[in-house]
Structures are given as structure tokens and as C-alpha cells.
């Protein structure tokens, strides 16, 4: 199917050829039929590609600290590398689509297979969107027209937000696509409304839509003419719908409004107040978000849970069933804001034509019904291109998020494998990377990987509650696995792997055919500094004492890793590897592992200790806390052994006390072991040996874990 994205780094406009998304719990699959191009919003992200990297930075001045805080604690290479690859990742453009359902996941009701319905989908032939963010189009409202649905959502909002009464006065800056929606939801509502902008062009669209504007020979002089129009009283409130960087919106704005109006931004503006103006009217200023209550609420809008209506009577779901509404009712007229309409096939002219043509209200992209293919998997490479000398580790890769994209599958391209398919839940990134690292395919089907007989070697980087399941598939399907940590999230999936791997690995044996190889992400143990300290206590028989410290950092506790049916909570989902660390160095079985937690936290369950005695004598302290300051070192690891300590600081630096041969290193960058992990694996499944991590080891560590 075809998608319009973004590149961030150099600005261009691209329309990729991708993967249809697959179904999925709480989703609808939606064919296009329509969808608008925002004139301010995707101009605005088009001229942020377009700049170079220090106008990037300086609009991005917020994000300069914690780049500085990086740069210190992993060094330039690993820092460069990183905003590389964030750039490097086209973001989808649109947010305003009309379309058909072809497809209904579970836990969906009210929809059936054909229903036209308008979400907030991106320029694409077929998206996947949650429930609670689309709705059905009445009969009586035509779909070209309904496309308009998100943008007056936005406009409604700011309205609700507003909270006007019957015979009200207001003022909208800015009266291009959402502010002349805006305008004319809020005239419906008895209320005098008057628009302002600097385009003459735009004021005469608003007039024939019956909004009144200030004349022209007031623009430069704004309020003067509605103090006069209104009795030297001011305006009752504002909505400033401009897209800008000046403050002058906002200092109109102060000076327009009565004593005790109300000032609600929708767009962008800048937000330099002058403090007398607020003061002595004592106005209130709110920002509006986005289409209303729901909106970047992941509860609402990927899981699926409402708000009930007697508590919230308006979620973003409601307000586009509401301007649907008003389409029915014409309440509204969006036909004059129609300036062009551009086959998909034509979508880089329409952007062209939004970039050179300032006029340009909304245009509308059209999705012929005869040109769209749902297909789940593409092929990238021409097949004469196919090497043909023949490999035996045939890899497919499910997961193409920020680990498996800057570790996993670089590390796989560098090694003598075939690359056969990559997948993901959305098309893009299998396409980007698949095209960039040399794979055959790019699939959003995780069957594409599991059933494909010729694919012998499986990597997992999806998210964590996943991995339990797709162990076990793989596992019967007779895959060599590389999964990312953590194995599982809970004492049931641990057992149903040790059962499933017991079972394949007995009949191996029983047909005398080797066993496929499991092997997990604990990527540290493999570090060159680890192998070099570990070669050191090796040497001394005495048990060892660990304090490893880990300045994790504060995530909210919304993020999916503290849901402990998603991510497992970080205890599960990071902590593990720190646990493997100290099992490997010890060389000895874990004993007893105990966990202490401050209950008093008010960060949640991410702030912990763990005391770890192994059989051999060794014991271990593992400090992970998320209350920290992020200047201090990520991680630290202390060894206390036979008269001697080694230090560990950050993967970065190694450094020893007592030993016969001192040591003293440092690098420009850490040396987490993540490359020589991947490469360990692969030489084990090539050599057809045991995994490079012990499948018991494996167990053990997760069996204390998830006591």
C-alpha cells in the first residue's frame, strides 16, 4: 500500500509503497477514501525538515539539556548515533481520514464490515486505527465532506474550552482551515463572531461563509474598531487559531478582551504575555488540546477505555460525532474550503502545491477504490540480486524498534547470514530497514517469519509481552530463537517455555536431530571489560562481594514498561540483566534472591534493591534506582575479592586496586558487550553448538526473578 511520510532529516516529502497493517485487539482496519492535508500543521513539519541541524536544535531547545546529560554518560559516537536514528525515521503525515472498515479486531462493537467512518488516520490506502477515535458518518453527510471532521474537532474544542453563551462577542485570529471551521461552529451557537487575519484573501473566504471580518483599513489597527463595535467594552473571548511565531496574537488578544475574558489557543503562537494586560482584566488563558479529553491518553485511545458520559460528556470521539452532526444539519459549509484535490498517486504535487501556493486552504487527497492492495508482505530485493553462495543461518527479524534498529539488525548485516524477512505491526519501519540492511522482505505478519521452512534463525525485539509467545511458537516451529530481555513477564509463561523446550529438545533427541538453540539478550556478560574481569576473579577461588549501581532514570508512570501485564514492570523487564551480570561473574548458582522496595516511593515500583547470595559463598547487592540525577553515571559495578577491587564505571571505564598487573582503561564510548552478543549466538547456531548462555542459567535467573 502507499504512505506519504516525512524525512526529517533533509525535509523531503516521500510516498513509500509498505506492508498493510495486520488487525489487531481494539482496532479497525479502514480502506481511504478521502483524506485532507492540513495547511498550517504539515506545512509547519515540511519547513522543520527542511532546516538544517542547528535550527533543528534550536526548536528543539527543551531536549538540549538531557542531549548534553547523554553526551557526558555515553559519549559522542554513542550520542551521534543516536539522534542519527531518530532522525533517520520518516513520520507519517496526516490526521484526517475518511475510509470503508475492511476489518474488525476483538473487543470492538458498533462496527460492522463496510461502515464509512472518519478518524484521525495518516495519508495512507489502508491505517489502522483504536475504536474510540473513529466514528460512523451518518447517512446524508458525502465523505469528501466529512474529511473535515478532525480539523473542526480541534476548533470545537477550543470552543468547549471557551464555554460561550448566547449573544457573546469573540474574536478568531487566524482564519485559515481550523479557524474559519472554528468560526462557524461557534456562530452557531448565537454568538457574534469576528474574524481577523492578515490575508485578504482568507478574510474574503470567511465573509462568504458569513463570518464577519475586520475591514481592511482596520487590520493594522485592530482595536480600534472593536472597541468601537463594541461599546468600548472588548470582546468576551478569544480563540487564536494562527500558526506563528510572534507574539502578536497573543498581545492582541489581551488588548481585545473585557475584563475577565477568556483567551483559548488552538494553534501556535508565541507566548511571550504581557503581564499588566492579563492582570488588570484578570483574564484566563487556556491551551486546547488537540480534538478533546482522550486525546494522548493511552487508557482512551489504545486500550479502548471510555470515559463515562456522565463524567465526561465530550471525548474526541463524541466532539467528531458532533461535527458530523453538524454536517447533517449544515451547520456548517467546508465545500468552500475545498482548494484542490489530488489523486494519491499526484501526492507530491499536492505538496508542492501546498508549499508555493499560500492560498491553499485544505486539500483533499482522493484514494481510487481500484488501486489499493491489502498486502502483508513486500519483496525489497530483486531476486537476480540474491547471493548465491548458500548460508546455513537464514535469519527473520519480528521487531524493528529503536534496539533491534540500531543493535540487532545492524549487527546482522554485518555478519555472513541471509536476511530474509523483517517484521513489524507497522509498515514502515520493516520497509526502511529491510531496504537499508539488505533483507528480502518487509512484513507486518509474524507468520511470515514463524511458518517461512526456510527461515532457520528467529530474532524477538518486540515488546514484552509478547515475547512469552512467540518463544513458544518459534520454539515448535523449530527456530533457533535470540530473543531480547526478558525471557517472559510471569511465572506461567516461564513454565509454559520450560515445558515447550523440554518437549522439542527430547524428541530432537529421540530423532538425533540437533536441538534448536534459545538464547536471550543478556547482552552485558559478552562486554570486553565484563570478559576481562571475569578473567581476573577466575584466577581467585574466594567468593566475591557485587554492589552494582544502577542510576536508572525516571520514566512516567504511565509508560507501558511499569504495566506489569505489558512490560512486566522494570524489576522484570531491566533488572534481569544486571541479575545475569552477577551470576556470570560469580560463576556459581543463585542461592537466595531477595527484593527490597521503598514504600514510601512516590516514583512507583521502579526504585529497589536486590540482595543476591550464590551457592559459592559470593554475594551481590543490585542498587536500581529511578530517583537519581541523570549527571551521575548510568551504571556502576564494584568487585570486592581477596584483597583486591575492581571497578566498573559505566562501561566506559575499568579500573582496578591490589591486582599484580594494575588495570586502567577508558573509552570514547561503552562497551556493553550488545554487538558481541548477537555475533556469540550466531556463531553457535553456525558451529551448531550449545547457546552461548546456558538455557539453565537462562531459567535460573528468571525462576528467582518471578518468585
Request: net charge positive; with cysteine.
Amino acid at each position: 500500500m502507499k504512505q506519504i511520510f516525512q524525512s526529517l532529516e533533509n525535509g523531503e516529502t516521500l510516498i513509500l509503497d509498505i506492508p498493510s497493517p495486520s488487525i489487531k485487539k481494539g482496532h479497525l482496519l479502514i480502506k481511504s477514501s478521502y483524506s485532507l492535508i492540513s495547511s498550517g500543521t504539515e506545512k509547519m513539519l515540511i519547513n522543520f525538515g527542511k532546516s538544517n541541524l542547528i535550527n533543528k536544535v534550536k526548536e528543539q531547545q527543551d531536549r538540549i539539556p538531557d542531549l548534553l546529560e547523554k553526551l557526558k554518560s555515553e559519549g559522542l559516537l554513542s550520542t551521534y548515533k543516536a539522534i542519527k536514528s531518530k532522525l533517520e525515521i520518516p513520520i507519517p503525515l496526516g490526521y484526517s481520514n475518511v475510509g470503508e472498515v475492511i476489518g474488525i479486531g476483538e473487543e470492538v462493537e458498533g462496527f460492522n464490515i463496510g461502515d464509512r467512518v472518519v478518524s484521525n488516520g495518516p495519508h495512507a490506502e489502508i491505517i489502522l486505527v483504536p475504536k474510540n477515535i473513529c466514528a460512523k458518518i451518518p447517512e446524508g453527510v458525502n465523505e469528501k465532506e466529512a474529511v473535515f471532521t478532525i480539523p473542526a474537532s480541534i476548533g470545537l474544542q477550543g470552543i468547549r474550552l471557551l464555554n460561550p453563551t448566547f449573544g457573546e462577542t469573540f474574536l478568531i485570529i487566524g482564519l485559515g482551515l481550523i479557524g474559519n471551521l472554528t468560526a462557524q461552529l461557534l456562530k452557531s451557537q448565537g454568538c457574534r463572531v469576528i474574524g481577523l487575519d492578515t490575508d485578504p484573501q482568507k478574510c474574503e473566504l470567511a465573509q462568504q461563509l458569513g463570518i464577519e471580518i475586520i475591514p481592511k483599513e482596520f487590520i493594522d489597527k485592530p482595536l480600534n474598531w472593536l472597541l468601537t463595535m463594541t461599546d468600548n467594552i472588548g470582546v468576551d473571548g478569544v480563540i487564536i487559531a494562527a500558526s506563528t511565531q510572534s507574539d502578536t496574537p497573543i498581545t492582541i488578544a489581551s488588548k481585545a478582551c473585557r475584563k475577565r475574558g477568556r483567551i483559548i489557543l488552538v494553534g501556535i503562537t508565541g507566548l511571550n504575555f504581557k503581564r499588566d494586560l492579563m492582570y488588570e482584566k484578570e483574564i484566563s488563558f487556556q491551551v486546547s488540546c488537540s480534538y478533546g479529553p482522550g486525546r494522548y491518553d493511552e487508557n482512551y485511545e489504545e486500550n479502548g477505555i471510555d470515559y463515562p458520559i456522565g463524567f465526561v460528556r465530550w471525548t474526541e470521539k463524541r466532539n467528531f460525532e458532533a461535527v458530523l452532526f453538524a454536517l447533517k444539519s449544515n451547520i456548517i459549509n467546508v465545500q468552500k474550503l475545498i482548494s484542490k484535490t489530488f489523486n494519491i498517486e499526484d501526492s507530491l504535487k499536492a505538496y508542492t502545491s501546498l508549499i508555493k501556493d499560500p492560498q491553499n486552504i485544505g486539500i483533499v487527497l482522493d484514494y481510487p477504490s481500484t488501486n489499493y492492495q491489502n498486502r502483508k508482505i513486500i519483496p525489497l530485493l530483486d531476486k537476480s540480486n540474491f547471493k548465491n553462495e548458500r548460508r546455513f543461518v537464514k535469519v527473520g527479524v519480528i521487531g524493528a524498534g529503536n534496539y533491534s534498529s540500531r543493535y540487532i539488525i545492524p549487527t546482522l548485516y554485518k555478519s555472513k547470514i541471509e536476511l530474509e524477512t523483517i517484521v513489524a505491526s507497522s509498515g514502515l519501519r520493516p520497509h526502511l530497514f529491510g531496504k537499508k540492511y539488505k533483507f528480502k522482505s518487509a512484513s507486518t505478519s509474524q507468520d511470515s517469519v514463524l511458518r517461512n521452512e526456510s527461515i532457520n534463525t528467529i530474532f524477538i525485539a518486540t515488546r514484552h509481552d509478547s515475547h512469552a509467545e512467540l518463544v513458544i511458537k518459534a520454539i515448535k516451529n523449530g527456530k533457533n530463537i535470540f530473543v531480547e530481555k526478558p525471557l517472559c513477564i510471569n511465572k506461567q509463561q516461564l513454565e509454559q517455555i520450560k515445558e515447550t523446550y523440554e518437549e522439542t529438545y527430547s524428541e530432537n533427541l529421540k530423532q538425533k536431530i540437533i536441538p534448536p538453540t534459545l538464547m536471550i539478550g543478556f547482552n552485558r556478560r559478552f562486554s570486553p571489560y565484563v570478559k576481562l574481569i571475569k578473567g581476573e576473579l577466575d584466577k581467585y577461588k574466594d567468593p566475591k562481594s557485587f554492589i552494582y549501581t544502577v542510576n536508572a532514570g525516571f520514566i512516567p508512570k504511565s509508560h507501558w514498561t511499569h504495566d506489569n501485564k505489558i512490560g512486566g514492570g522494570r524489576l522484570i523487564g531491566e533488572a534481569c540483566h544486571f541479575v545475569d551480570l552477577l551470576r556470570y561473574l560469580s560463576g556459581s548458582k543463585i542461592k537466595e534472591l531477595g527484593i527490597l522496595k521503598s514504600f514510601k516511593n512516590k516514583l512507583g515500583d521502579d526504585t529497589f534493591s536486590i540482595q543476591i547470595s550464590f551457592l559459592d559463598g559470593s554475594i551481590g547487592t543490585i542498587n536500581y534506582f529511578a530517583n537519581g540525577n541523570k549527571s551521575y553515571p548510568k551504571e556502576k559495578l564494584e568487585i570486592f575479592f581477596s584483597g583486591k577491587v575492581i571497578l566498573l564505571d559505566n562501561f566506559r571505564k575499568i579500573k582496578s586496586w591490589g591486582l599484580n598487573k594494575k588495570i586502567n582503561r577508558k573509552s570514547f564510548f561503552q562497551k556493553k558487550g550488545q554487538r558481541e552478543c548477537i555475533f556469540n549466538f550466531l556463531e553457535s547456531v553456525k558451529e551448531r553448538k550449545p547457546s552461548p548462555i546456558p538455557i539453565d542459567q537462562i531459567l535460573e535467573v528468571h525462576s528467582f526473578l518471578l518468585n
